[in-house]
């Protein structure tokens, strides 16, 4: 839902709604209840995500039917299940990943030491049919998987430029209100934000004062005061992903101007 209020705000056509479910922290929990059935299918439907982390980590593919690494993977992403904690307000996927790493760190560290090695055969799950996963299946897999990763980065990047936006007292429905709503308009106030987030002095008043450094910004810019005073909070927000690191939200930005001057080509 963030999602669609943020294009609204840039300006942005709105996608289709994404259909809403369970969660996987819900099936988490379900599974630390003690549901055995939902964990074999949890780690079948995963092994996509599991062998993508792995190969994250050693930067090059992990074939789940060879390498070791994959059983070591599978091994610490059902290590996460067991001690996941929701109540610590942070993704399962996040804290999978991040036992996996250590799993996969510690396996190097002895792998020097010992000649033995991970069987994957001791970690080998069946689907809900009983049949073996197709490996095939799973790389073509690991893409939709890493999708879904990109839309838990982007949900997580929202959330965090909500808290920022709280600081200076301004909500996504104001910001939808608030929106210019004929793009020549949008993008003089994305011009105006550049400037705000490029300049060090502006940019600190902004922060340190939570308010809008007028008077300096009315020196290089050719907009009256009431025009910067009207579209304050918009100015505020689009400042703040300027100047911050928030990679999705300036893709979003990039576009919505990518758009305009689509616009501007076609009426021309």
Known sequence: MLLVIIKKFLGLRSPQADVEGTTIEDTIAHIQDGDTRLLNQVITDYQPYIAKAASRFCKRYIDPSQDEEFAVALHGFHEAIQQFSPTEGR??????????RRRLIDHLRKERRHSGHASY??????????LPVNTADVRKAIDV??????????RAEIEAFSQELNMFEI???????????????RETMFGIARTIADDPDMLGALFSKKTMP???????VQVSRKT????????????LIYAGHYPYL?????LSEVEQLAAEGKGG
């Open 91 to 100: 993704s399962f996927l996040g804290f999978a990943e991040t036992v996996i």
């Open 121 to 130: 055969s001791s970690f080998e799950w069946e689907d809900e049919d009983g």
């Open 145 to 154: 998987y890493e999708k879904e990763r990109t839309t838990e980065d982007r």
């Open 171 to 185: 909500s996504f429905d104001e910001l939808v209100r608030v929106s210019p709503k004929h793009a020549d308009s």
């Open 214 to 220: 007028i008077k300096e910004l009315l020196e290089k």
């Open 228 to 239: 910067i005073e009207r579209n304050r909070k918009y100015l505020i927000a689009l400042a």
């Open 250 to 254: 300036s893709d979003y930005l990039r």
